[in-house]
């Protein structure tokens, strides 16, 4: 059974930084794209930057320089590096990963349990 299993959240005050990891186990032949998404208290779930296979990476505009997301593919493990955060970061962030269980098969979405980010003075 594939798992995505996040840790790094907490709470930091403004201008201040925090790493979110997600590692993916259990049995499966690929891991396509992996990405973190938030969610904000009475908004939607919103991508905030991806990583594709071949390392190519996308952020949302309003964490433009502020983030960046990494990964090491021996460790089926992405990060998200987040600096100079700001109270409007405060939600929780889901990892994501498309995932292929076997050769013949397409990829499917897996998602994290998430982890609560709060920046808060």
């Known amino acids: 059974q594939v798992q995505l299993v996040e840790s790094g959240g907490g709470l930091v005050q403004p201008g201040g930084s925090l790493r979110l990891s997600c590692a993916a186990s259990g049995s499966f032949f690929s891991i396509n794209a992996m990405g973190w998404y938030r969610q904000a208290p009475g908004k939607e779930r919103e991508l905030v930057a991806e990583i594709t296979t071949g390392g190519t990476t996308k952020y949302v505009d309003s964490v433009k320089g502020r983030f960046t997301i990494s990964k090491n593919n021996a460790k089926n493990t992405v990060y998200l590096q987040m600096n100079s955060l700001k109270p409007e970061d405060t939600a929780v962030y889901y990892c994501?990963?498309?995932?292929?269980?076997?050769?013949?098969?397409?990829?499917?979405?897996?998602w994290g349990q998430g982890t609560q980010v709060t920046v808060s003075s």
């Open positions: 994501n990963a498309v995932i292929r269980v076997r050769r013949t098969t397409p990829g499917i979405d897996y």
